[in-house]
């Protein structure tokens, strides 16, 4: 059974930092690209990253650019979004998914397993 487990998110202050950690199971890790999205309050899925299978490609949204970083390890079927410089419209529940394929990819179609989430909320 695929399983997608995040972990990580919590309160941080304006300027802080998280790690969100997202450990998959149940399929070749190491064979998929993995990505990121998140949904504020009210607001529609915004993908914020994409890794592809051998860590060689990253993407990222505008918004977040310069500040996150996704990484991954495969020896532990874990991917990672390392947030700095954290604002409050950062807020809201975040995802990982895992790739229908190996490329990186930043649209939804191109994912398939989803995580149940994870929340990060920003405010001092």
């Known amino acids: 059974q695929l399983q997608l487990v995040e972990s990580g998110g919590g309160l941080a202050q304006p300027g802080g930092s998280l790690r969100l950690s997202c450990v998959g199971s149940?399929?070749?890790?190491?064979?998929?690209?993995m990505g990121w999205a998140r949904q504020a309050p009210g607001k529609g899925l915004e993908w914020v990253a994409g890794?592809?299978?051998?860590?060689?490609?990253?993407l990222y949204a505008d918004s977040v650019r310069g500040r996150f970083t996704i990484s991954r390890d495969n020896t532990k079927n874990t991917v990672y979004l390392q947030m700095n410089s954290l604002k409050p419209e950062d807020t809201a529940q975040y995802f990982c998914?895992?790739?229908?394929?190996?490329?990186?990819?930043?649209?939804?179609?191109?994912?398939?397993?989803w995580g149940h989430g994870t929340q990060v909320t920003v405010s001092s």
């Open positions: 998914a895992k790739g229908r394929g190996s490329w990186p990819t930043l649209f939804r179609d191109d994912y398939d397993y």
């Open positions: 149940g399929f070749i890790f190491s064979t998929y690209s």
């Open positions: 890794i592809n299978s051998d860590s060689s490609s990253t």
